[in-house]
């Protein structure tokens, strides 16, 4: 268990539906990054908060948005939903920015669009 | 232009060999950390090692190791006495220093399957 809450486990929607993704880090994380893995793209890194404000922004769509809250927990959003957004989408945190710090993956949400 | 690169689809083993998966990288950045994450088929993402750019020696923990050549820029997983429980995804990751470069960037994945 790497401390790191992601809920719901699974989601079954419909096209053009909207979906909320939530992530609680690990305890003393600051930092919180979503990632989407698909059969076709791999692992794509998505969005990245600290402690509140948006630091980096990856190949994350326009109908997709996200925020972190001031207890930092984190929301992804996912909006107008089409059949390729299936896939498992992941939280991850971490303590801070350095680059040696572990990044410390939630369960995934796997996200079926019908 | 591919950053991390897994030239191994999928490795058959032997139960209680050593297996090595490959993994190279491409950075210009001095300052990066390499990652490797084992994804069994119930899906998480498990951290199993770390290595620093300026680490003088390989990085160990338990069973796994890293094999990092610097020059050659490849992070090597070795897994020592293969067992049953290995068997699931192995995924190379970079970190890179540059600010604003935040995110892991991953390779394609390794299957390994472990043989009885």
């Known amino acids: 268990d790497s401390g790191v809450t992601q809920t719901p486990k699974h989601l079954i929607t419909a096209t053009g539906q909207r979906v909320t993704l939530r992530c609680s880090p690990r305890?003393?994380?600051?930092?919180v990054y979503w990632y989407q893995q698909s059969l076709d793209q791999g692992l794509q890194f998505l969005i990245q908060?600290?402690?509140?404000?948006?630091?980096a922004k990856g190949n994350i769509l326009e109908r997709f948005s996200a925020q972190q809250f001031p207890d930092l927990h984190s929301e992804l959003n996912l909006s107008s939903l089409e059949l390729g957004d299936s896939a498992l989408y992941f939280c991850?945190?971490?303590?801070?920015?350095?680059?040696?710090?572990?990044?410390?993956f939630g369960p995934g949400t796997r996200l079926l669009v019908l | 232009a591919q950053k991390i690169t897994q030239t191994q689809p999928g490795m058959f083993v032997q139960e209680k060999e050593a297996v090595t998966l490959d993994c190279t990288y491409d950075t210009s950045d001095p300052s990066y950390g390499l990652f490797w994450y084992k994804q069994p088929s119930s899906g998480e993402m498990i951290f199993l090692i770390y290595?620093?750019?300026?680490?003088?020696q390989n990085a160990t923990e338990g069973r796994y190791s890293l094999n990092f050549q610097k020059a050659r820029k490849s992070a090597n997983l070795v897994i020592s006495a293969s067992q049953l429980g290995d068997s699931a995804m192995y995924f190379c990751a970079m970190r890179e220093g540059s600010q604003g470069a935040q995110k892991l960037v991953f390779g394609q994945g390794t299957r390994l399957t472990i043989n009885p």
């Open positions: 991850a945190s971490s303590v801070s920015l350095a680059v040696q710090e572990t990044q410390y």
């Open positions: 908060y600290y402690n509140g404000e948006e630091r």
């Open positions: 290595q620093g750019s300026y680490d003088q």
């Open positions: 305890s003393g994380d600051l930092s």
